[in-house]
């Protein structure tokens, strides 16, 4: 009976190692298989940033991304402690933040929201969200920061998606061989990064200059021009076809209280506002691809001295522009509501 017992009781441990090793073997290929991105954004500046910054918590959630950092082209405090909020209560604290000095002049373009939920006080006086850093000015300038990560990571595997204005990434692409890599930024990018896709320019309207080209003409010139590797960028006539609704914000949120997204829409414009997810379709495309899109063929950007953005077809080019038409703007709507919806998995533990 005893040897019995033994015999059921190393059966047991036996099936059980099994388990976790295949457990363990199924997350490893989760996180292997996630793809890597970093964030590039001038958040604070229009709250589509927040809402695409939302949408990567949620691929975070399910393992479709591997979050390697946020890069931020605004300057001050505010939007580093609002990225902080965002990571903190997401359940991501310890995601990277990389912060820009000397760059585009942006703080009186609009309201900052990112300011604004960092004042935020509840009803005992105190911040009415957490955070989990102690001193902004200690983060590390941008182009330290990517050349940091993309040193750590294998070849040709990163996505960057750029969100705001290009002065980080041109900034990143005149970095020498330091002692993070004895590789030049362009070489560092050329080496790890697979694919930028960047939210700027205008190719239906030649008189539009986009705010994202606009701020840093020099800087947008030098990396459509410059940069070594494939990008595809989501020009403004796509994001202001597709409308991210009010009345979600309004009745989608019931779940929680307080919410640094929530309160950053609300507070960004008076409610209640239907805002374009200009940002939002970057994120989609450099995630799930090119089925919710129209691609245009091979070329390339250049940046007229007024921040126009021209595109040349030319089948040795690797620039590319997305397009959608009124069908692929309504679906593309109605999938952002419903990932922009879902609670964080931490809220379900």
């Known amino acids: 009976m005893r040897k019995k017992k033994l015999y059921v009781i190393s059966l047991f441990l036996i099936i059980l190692s099994s388990c976790i090793s295949t457990r363990k073997q ?25 809402l695409a910054l939302d949408m990567l918590y949620k691929y975070l959630d399910i393992g479709k991304i591997d979050l390697l950092g946020i890069t931020i082209n605004k300057e001050g405090q505010y939007p580093a402690e609002y990225i902080d909020i965002m990571n903190t209560w997401y359940g991501y604290p310890r995601i990277p933040i990389g912060i820009i000095h000397n ?23 105190k911040p009415a969200f957490k955070r989990s850093l102690k001193n902004y000015n200690h983060l590390p300038e941008a182009p330290t920061l990517y050349r940091k990560i993309l040193s750590q990571q294998p070849d040709n595997s990163v ?110 414009q008076k409610m209640p506002y239907d805002r374009p997810t200009w940002d939002l379709t970057s994120v989609l495309y450099s995630v799930e691809g090119s089925s919710y899109f129209t691609v245009s063929p091979a070329g390339r950007i250049n940046i007229t001295d007024k921040g126009a953005t021209v595109f040349t077809p030319d089948p040795q080019g690797n620039r590319y522009y997305l397009k959608v038409d009124s069908m692929q703007a309504e679906n593309i709507k109605q999938h952002f509501v419903k990932q922009v919806t879902k609670q964080p998995v931490h809220f379900n533990k």
Request: aromatic share 8%; proline share 5%.
């Open 159 to 268: 996505t960057i998606i750029s969100v705001g204005f290009s002065t980080n990434l041109a900034r990143l692409l005149d970095t020498p061989a330091d002692n993070i890599s004895p590789l030049t930024g362009k070489e560092l990018i050329r080496k790890k990064v697979k694919l930028l896709c960047t939210m700027a320019g205008c190719f239906n309207n030649p008189n539009l200059y986009e705010y994202n080209v606009a701020k840093d003409i020099p800087a947008a010139r030098k990396v459509f021009t410059e940069w070594p590797t494939r990008l595809v960028t989501s020009p403004f006539e796509v994001g202001i076809a597709i409308n991210y609704p009010a009345k979600s914000i309004e009745n989608d949120f019931s779940w929680v209280s307080m919410h640094p997204m929530v309160e950053a829409y609300k507070s960004y």
């Open 103 to 125: 760059g585009a002049d942006c703080e009186n373009d609009a309201k900052n929201y990112a300011k604004s939920v960092c004042l935020i006080q509840g009803a005992n006086g």
């Open 26 to 50: 199924q997350m490893e290929k989760v996180a292997s298989d996630a793809e890597k991105v970093i964030l590039e954004t001038d958040i604070g500046n229009d709250v589509d940033d927040a």
